[in-house]
């Protein structure tokens, strides 16, 4: 009897010891060869924008990403005799290809942490491309700058905890004539991004 009563006591307690947590990620040290994922970004340079993602590993720890869709931001456009600059809000198509390396996955996953995806700090090198506006709102689009590429250095950090995707990282514009601008919005850049998984 008294065997009875320790084994209910004890049995029920360790059982639920051996429930995983709905919180604990189990494929959270898996990387995906190819991961496609749908994000809403927030960057000081190009405001709020759209995107679909493509991250192809190349070599751990290096993967190549690429990432297109439209942007809402601020358009550059001249005013008056004297070309003045002034901006007003437009809608821009934006698209990049993403050279990363992520230099601590590997003591990531060395020390066992979560690597998901290349849930990792990387190094990037980024060139972009933007579109001239497609709309410019209260304004023409006659007076808009035109369409511009160049070439960021960034680094940044991912995470996805199961489906759910974040993005955050810092950059600055490469190339010598570019610092000649007055306008820092042209030099730096940041932004915050989220999404989600996509599976097909």
């Known amino acids: 009897m008294k065997f009875l009563f320790f084994l209910l006591l004890f049995v029920p307690p360790a059982a639920i010891c051996q429930v995983v947590s709905n919180d604990v990620d189990i494929h959270k040290m898996e990387i995906d060869k190819d991961i ?24 751990q720890p290096f993967t190549v990403v690429v990432k297109a869709g439209p942007s809402l931001s601020r358009a550059e456009i001249t005013t008056g005799i004297w070309a003045d600059k002034d901006y007003r809000q437009g809608l821009f198509m934006a698209a990049s290809c993403e050279l990363r390396y992520y230099y ?4 990531r996953i060395r020390l066992e942490r979560t690597t998901r995806n290349f849930t990792a700090s990387y190094l990037s090198l980024e060139p972009f491309a933007i579109s001239k506006p497609l709309i410019i709102f209260s304004r ?9 590429a160049g070439l960021f250095l960034n680094i940044g950090y991912q995470r996805q905890f199961r489906k759910t ?8 514009r490469i190339g010598s004539k570019i610092y000649l601008s007055s306008d820092v919005y042209n030099v730096l850049h940041g932004s915050i991004a989220f999404g989600r998984l996509l599976y097909f």
């Open 36 to 59: 496609f994922r749908a994000m809403v970004t927030f960057s000081i340079d190009e405001g709020v924008a759209l995107a679909g993602c493509y991250e192809h590993e190349i070599y």
């Open 104 to 107: 601590n996955l590997k003591r």
């Open 140 to 148: 023409s689009k006659a007076d808009a700058k035109p369409a511009s």
């Open 165 to 172: 995707y974040l993005n955050a990282f810092f950059g600055t």
